[in-house]
């Protein structure tokens, strides 16, 4: 549980462009002229984006709003936080075959959205199958994740340390598709269009976060790294501070982190692909 807890208190980053993109897109999704829409969010985490930002788009009579997620800590952590009626979260994994599971929906969605999950997964045909077989004719969906990000060559980097690269050995299934792809957007939409969808636009916009202080920093690497929980106790700080180390070779880190560590800020600049398809 203390994953997930740990993740809604440092997902300031995701939240912030969940809340910037659903205001940009929610009069783009085709809402129902009878306001009994239904709407699944992939990789909803710890269920507080589908909660704060989805919840408030939908129509007052929305017939049903589903979470899913890979992992059983963040489903049971979801549940627990948000037990209201038409709202209810599954064990689901978007990069497996849709037939093999136990989440199957009895009727597909109006609607699909997914932010910051669709780089985790590897088989990104599989997943576009998989959300065009759980959305109805007509059905749309908004995809928001990371194309390109230095965490994912930090991972990399350590991967191949001494030290670390024991707990690192699955390290290219949690580096996104697209990190050395020259065109990601073409690539995602070319996969879109091979696999049913017709209408869609997909774009890449250019970010950047700054993290105030090491220990938000810190948080928020926990929040998402996997390969932490692998790591002993005692040496989850060394695993930090080479982490650290490499965040600064790479002139991410804005202030002099020896002058005063707590004040620092840490520059992190990212490629967040966007995309919208309707079937
Ligand atoms: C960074 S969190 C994003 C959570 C939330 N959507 C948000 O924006 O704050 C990514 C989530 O995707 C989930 N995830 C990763 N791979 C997945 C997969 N193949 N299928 C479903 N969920 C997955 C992870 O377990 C994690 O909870």
Not at 1 to 12: D, I, R
Request: one cysteine or more.
């Amino acid at each position: 549980m203390n994953k997930a807890n740990l993740y809604k208190h440092s997902n300031g980053l995701q939240r912030r462009d969940a809340k910037q993109t659903i205001e940009e897109f929610s009069h783009v999704l085709q809402w129902r002229s009878d306001g009994r829409d239904s709407l699944l969010d992939i990789g909803c985490g710890s269920g507080d984006v589908t909660i704060d930002f989805l919840l408030p788009i939908l129509p007052p009579n929305y017939q049903r709003l589903v979470g899913v997620d890979l992992s059983q800590e963040m489903v049971t952590f979801a549940r627990q936080q948000y037990p209201y009626s038409r709202i209810s979260f599954d064990k689901f994994d978007l990069g497996l075959d849709i037939e093999k599971q136990q989440f199957r929906s009895a009727e597909p969605f109006d609607h699909i959205t997914s932010f910051y999950c669709l780089h985790w997964v590897q088989n990104q045909e599989r997943a576009i199958q998989n959300m065009y077989k759980l959305l109805k004719p007509d059905g749309d969906m908004l995809l928001v994740f990371l194309a390109q990000n230095p965490i994912f060559e930090i991972y990399k980097q350590m991967s191949q340390s001494k030290k670390w690269a024991k707990y690192m050995t699955d390290v290219d299934h949690f580096i996104s598709p697209y990190q050395y792809s020259k065109n990601p957007a073409d690539q995602f939409g070319k996969l879109l269009y091979a696999n049913g969808f017709t209408e869609y636009s997909v774009e890449i916009r250019e970010k950047f976060f700054v993290f105030e202080g090491i220990e938000l920093l810190k948080k928020s690497v926990k929040a998402v790294n996997p390969f932490i929980e692998r790591i002993p106790t005692h040496d989850q700080d060394a695993f930090f501070d080479d982490y650290l180390n490499l965040v600064i070779k790479m002139h991410l880190a804005l202030d002099d982190i020896h002058t005063n560590s707590n004040a620092c800020r840490f520059l992190t600049p990212y490629k967040l692909m966007i995309a919208y398809a309707r079937k």
